[in-house]
């Protein structure tokens, strides 16, 4: 499974998330690729992703792509982050 964690500039929020991501993905025992981008390359690289995960200001410019896009209100809480990965992979 390949996810994305996506940011404005692809370097600091979008590395927080990718790394909290993994926590929550180990804790649940999911094996999945997880890469940081920002906006421009994201929209190329959830191409061939499962999920995309992003704030509410960039969910809409992700654009129409089949991955799953899930707004992230805080990039830092682990159990928001566990609550909306569990509920995309049901």
Do not use: H, P, Y
Not at 12 to 20: A, I, Y
Not at 61 to 73: K, P, R, S, T
């Amino acid at each position: 499974m390949k996810i994305i964690a996506v940011c404005g500039m692809g370097i600091g929020t979008s590395v927080l998330l990718k790394m909290n991501t993994e926590k929550v993905l180990r804790t649940l025992g999911i094996d999945a690729d997880v890469e940081a981008a920002d906006i421009g390359v994201a929209r190329g690289m959830a191409r061939d992703a499962e999920i995309v995960l992003t704030s509410e200001e960039l969910a809409e410019e992700i654009g129409d792509v089949e991955a799953q896009v899930i707004v992230i209100d805080n990039f830092f809480d682990l159990e928001e982050i566990t609550e909306k990965l569990t509920s995309a992979l049901e």
